[in-house]
């Protein structure tokens, strides 16, 4: 990894400045984060999720000297961390084998002769980069970097103590140091945005080249890095090219040359980069249209070859495969077509010869590019997996999973590998049996069994909302733009131009098979008449005395916005709970907001869900920003009234946010937490009918949680029901996610039913799964529960999708207060009194003397000037 010239440092929380767009800093490839004890999880959690869309150089010479943490920033994808003497000791333990080309030391940059002579001790030697922050003597710094060597040596990177001019950075960067600059003093833009330091200048600045007309070799490539062709730049069009996200280049007759400008064949800039020697060029695009070449190939090198080419050819079928085609049915029969990779699989496996060897891997590979398609991941996406784990330095053993390996003979090892407890942070180490942590509820005190009934710990309200309340405050104050902004950044989606959709959605965006739409219309109709039953069919009218009479009445709520969960699974389900209730109610705006897949379009399913519920558009945006969005509003989004729907931690904490703000005047259905659910067995019930249960809100997230109560079963009843849960596990596509939450699952065994119902309604589930003997007359001791679940034959996932219940509810304990969403979520009620001239007679005096009780001499009068009437009249 190359250090370039430039390297932002960002703010992860706040959008980039106006003069530099988030799609800019990707193009340069890297960036800086300074990681404290106060943001590190946070930190963690961004490198994550941004690794492939940049390079991370981690500045985390400020928290402790552990090990773990520093390992951990390494294993999540930073691809360079900085380091304190004392951690850099720690790092290079060799039993945690990492290379010193990923680490950085931190040194003094005053003439201090310790720091200096401890700085050359670690450096001998070893391809170990530098860091020397705060600069303020450039002079300095730059003599002796001449002495320390401008070639063949390791990077040195140089943040300032103040905003530097160009002239100091031309001044370092003419001695092959990287520069750190704060994104907010850059633009690409310099022409407007004045007073900012040009980020193609910058860049620009250590270009050498040897032709007469100054000009720097550029090799233009594709993400998969197969060369398109050899074209020339200069400094003008690196920052062209950097100002407008395209592939701009000098022309030796004609000047700045726009690719694609007359033939089409566009190229969206991915990123720069230059060679060691600073002499030539690398642009890696997205080409548009037929091809880079003008005889309309794909390359001047002729035609694509390989997986590339696969993957083009792929896509092309996805979108206009002949009907009855082979490759049409793979797309369309997601069973042909898993049963086709397992075949291959097997058959790659049990090649001999070096042809055959060769001969299966490539079906294997065309089934598995054709899956990859499907799903809308390209090779550029796998390779950017691969160097992810190409970066882990967290050992585990790697054993293949029991059903794998069951009936193979084990290697025999020479010495066991002693079992080690995994540093805080970490992915735990995965046994090879799923299975859930046993207690006696008879065992343990009431103190204990709460604690073995606690949720997963979620992140501190201090993380969270250091996160989501500047999110918020951007969207409310910049309205659009910072919804674009933190939608491209979040959701991956860097081409997405506009976050909403509007109504009437066409046709050609609710292409749905015929299996899923009737699927989805069944479920529509049983929600629609189990909400339609809920309506109060006329005002409550009261007589509380004679000629006094109270009545109450319903309106809907006028504008509602519908937050749709995306992430690991998208929810088609969660559309039709919310959407179908609010038009039942009568509600005249409604609003999706659901995370947008990354290419900037939104599931069929969803759209054609809001075209059947009437609303009236979709906000392609999640998180804390889709919130913020509904609440205030933006030149886009309608603003809402009401927000409900469920959703991950930053969700839920700004929910609760802009329902206390006054400013915003909105409210939501409830908080929440992950999902969950409560079983209680007895030795009536079918172990696998339990497992599948269990495993059903196991699926959701690793921070899920499921609880078994199990009703005075015996050692193999209990272990009839693991045994389920393990083989049942192991089967599933998501099984990765399922382990994370069994780690944290529980069995409490009991000895009778109301023991069963008392522990239950201590938890109050979210979903409650009652799989006793005469399940349904055990319904009345229920006490807390979002939605309950009677007998063998009423699986949770019935309740999920198509039973007509809803399925959005309270979690987290919360089911003691709240109810799940239903039509009164939707609706407001109103009151009404009506008095005779007898009622008030019959009520005044009461009346005045309440009131000057409290003092409220104008609300005595108002009762008393119409009695004096009355008598006057009279």
Request: include cysteine; glycine fraction near 6%; hydrophobic fraction near 40%.
């Amino acid at each position: 990894m190359a250090a370039p010239p430039l390297i932002t440092a960002y703010d992860f929380v706040a959008p980039p400045s106006a003069g530099l767009s988030a799609q800019s800093i990707s193009h340069l490839n890297w960036i800086f984060v300074a990681i404290t004890p106060e943001n590190y999880t946070q930190a963690l959690e961004f490198i994550q999720d941004n690794f492939g869309h940049f390079n991370f150089l981690v500045d985390a010479s400020s928290l402790p000297s552990d090990a773990s943490q520093l390992q951990n920033l390494l294993n999540v994808g930073a691809s360079k961390v900085i380091t304190s003497l004392e951690q850099l000791d720690l790092l290079r333990d060799p039993k945690l084998q990492i290379d010193d080309d990923r680490l950085i030391l931190a040194i003094e940059n005053g003439k201090n002769t310790t720091s200096r002579e401890a700085f050359e001790n670690a450096i001998r030697d070893t391809s170990l980069g530098v860091f020397v922050p705060n600069v303020a003597d450039i002079e300095y710094v730059r003599g002796w970097l001449q002495e320390y060597g401008t070639d063949s040596r390791p990077p040195v990177y140089i943040s300032f103590q103040k905003i530097p001019t160009l002239e100091d950075i031309f001044e370092l960067t003419r001695v092959n140091a990287s520069v750190v600059i704060d994104s907010r003093y850059l633009t690409v833009n310099p022409a407007t945005d004045t007073g900012l330091l040009s980020v193609g200048e910058i860049y620009s600045s250590p270009l050498k080249s040897d032709r007469k007309d100054g000009l720097f070799t550029t090799l233009v490539v594709d993400e998969q890095g197969v060369a398109l062709g050899l074209v020339y730049s200069s400094k003008q069009s690196v920052a062209e090219s950097l100002k407008t996200g395209t592939g701009v280049y000098q022309s030796r007759k004609r000047g700045l040359w726009y690719k694609g400008a007359t033939s089409g064949a566009t190229q969206e800039l991915v990123k720069i980069d230059m060679d060691c020697d600073s002499d030539c060029l690398r642009f890696t695009v997205r080409q548009k249209g037929k091809g880079f070449c003008h005889l309309e190939t794909r390359t001047c090198f002729g035609a694509s070859t390989g997986l590339g080419a696969l993957q083009v050819t792929l896509q092309s079928r996805l979108a206009s495969a002949p009907e009855g085609s082979y490759t049409a049915r793979l797309f369309r029969d997601p069973a042909l077509l898993r049963a086709k990779i397992m075949e291959e699989a097997e058959e790659l496996c049990d090649a001999k010869t070096k042809d055959d060897v060769a001969w299966e891997a490539a079906d294997l590979l065309y089934f598995a590019l054709t899956k990859c398609v499907a799903a809308g991941v390209s090779i550029a996406d796998v390779e950017r997996n691969l160097d992810a784990k190409s970066l882990k330095v967290v050992r585990r053993k790697g054993d293949a999973k029991r059903k794998w390996a069951d009936g193979q003979k084990p290697q025999e090892s020479s010495a066991p590998e002693a079992p080690s407890k995994p540093p805080p942070g970490a992915p735990a180490q995965k046994s090879s049996r799923i299975e859930m942590k046993q207690y006696f509820a008879s065992e343990i005190s009431a103190t204990e069994l709460e604690d073995v009934l606690k949720r997963p710990s979620q992140k501190s309200s201090e993380t969270i909302m250091g996160i989501v309340n500047p999110i918020i405050k951007a969207v409310r104050t910049d309205g659009d733009k910072a919804l674009l902004a933190y939608t491209q950044k979040f959701d991956r989606c860097p081409d997405l131009k506009s976050t909403v959709l509007k109504a009437p959605y066409p046709d050609s965006l609710m292409t749905l098979t015929a299996e899923v739409k009737a699927a989805i219309d069944l479920s529509y109709e049983n929600i629609l008449k189990f909400h339609a039953a809920q309506k109060e069919s006329k005002p409550l009218v009261v007589e509380t005395m004679p000629g006094v009479q109270c009545s109450r009445f319903s309106r809907p709520i006028e504008r509602v916005g519908l937050y749709i969960p995306g992430g690991t699974a998208v929810l088609p389900s969660s559309a039709l709970m919310l959407g179908v209730p609010a038009m039942v109610a009568g509600c005249k705006t409604i609003v999706f907001a659901s995370p947008p897949r990354p290419d900037g379009s939104i599931t069929p399913e969803i759209v054609y869900i809001a075209h059947k519920v009437g609303a009236e558009a979709i906000v392609l945006a999640g998180g804390a920003q889709a919130v913020a969005a509904l609440a205030y509003g933006t030149e886009s989004v309608p603003k809402v009234d009401k927000i409900l729907g469920p959703g991950n931690q930053f969700v839920t904490a700004a929910k609760m946010v802009v329902s206390n703000d006054t400013g915003a005047t909105v409210s939501i259905d409830m908080p929440a937490g992950p999902s969950e659910v409560l079983v209680i067995a007895d030795k009536t019930a079918n172990p696998a009918f339990v497992a599948s249960d269990l495993l059903s809100q196991a699926e959701h997230g690793v921070d899920s949680q499921v609880v078994l109560i199990a009703v005075d079963l015996s050692d193999e009843q209990l272990q009839a029901i693991g045994d389920e849960l393990h083989a049942q596990a192991m089967a599933l596509p998501r099984v990765d996610i399922v382990r994370g939450a069994i780690d944290h699952s529980v069995t409490v065994v009991v000895d009778s039913v109301e023991k069963a119902f008392e522990v239950s309604n201590i938890y109050a589930p979210e979903h409650l799964i009652l799989q006793i003997a005469e399940a349904k007359e055990c319904v009345e001791r229920v006490q807390n529960a979002g939605s309950v679940f009677i007998g063998p034959w009423t699986p949770e996932s019935v309740g999920d999708y198509s039973a007509g219940v809803n399925h959005s509810l309270p979690t987290y304990g919360y089911a003691r207060q709240y109810s799940g969403v239903n039509l009164a979520t939707y609706v407001k009620h109103i009151t009404s009194s009506e008095l005779s001239f007898e009622g008030l007679q019959n009520l005044g005096k009461a009346v005045m003397d309440l009131a000057a009780v409290e003092g409220l001499d104008a609300h005595r009068m108002a009762v008393k000037i119409r009695l004096d009437h009355m008598r006057e009249s009279s």
